[in-house]
């Protein structure tokens, strides 16, 4: 049986994601959290807070996972939980003092650390890169709606 073209570029694109991921939480991992933990931080940091729901978009954790890392980086005492004024239902998870310390101490170097693999990268190889993933997205994006119909 022939092998379908496309299968080549899946497992590249898949061997990239891999590596990157890799690379990223082997590093997180020596600054003492966990990749969800430092997802939360690096989305909480230089912010006001968010919503629950607008932290598991942002972050893409699921929600019950996200409550779980939200409990024990309050527990490290990273995050506090504030009462949505606007929506007594909805809670506000915000970096404490110590959080936003943390921020600052964690996110620097791993954003030295993630760049590292794109410095050769021009701006034409960033909007060729850019251009083509963004069109694959597409691609998959329409066949997931029609998947639901």
Do not use: W
Not at 80 to 92: K, Q, Y
């Amino acid at each position: 049986m022939k092998r379908e073209r496309y299968l080549r570029s899946v497992r590249l694109l898949a061997e990239c994601y891999h590596t990157f991921e890799h690379i990223s939480s082997t590093h997180i991992r020596t600054l003492d959290l966990t990749p969800p933990q430092f997802d939360i931080v690096a989305t909480l940091g230089n912010t006001e807070g968010m919503s629950f729901k607008e932290l598991g978009e942002k972050t893409l954790i699921t929600k019950g996972t996200l409550t779980g890392v939200v409990d024990r980086l309050e527990a490290k005492g990273l995050v506090c939980r504030i009462s949505d004024a606007n929506d007594r239902r909805s809670t506000i998870v915000r970096l404490t003092a110590k959080g936003e310390q943390e921020f600052e101490r964690v996110f620097p170097p791993q954003i030295t650390l993630c760049k590292e693999p794109f410095l050769a990268y021009g701006e034409e190889d960033f909007a060729a890169l850019e251009r083509e993933l963004s069109k694959l997205k597409q691609h998959l994006d329409d066949a997931a709606r029609r998947m639901k119909q």
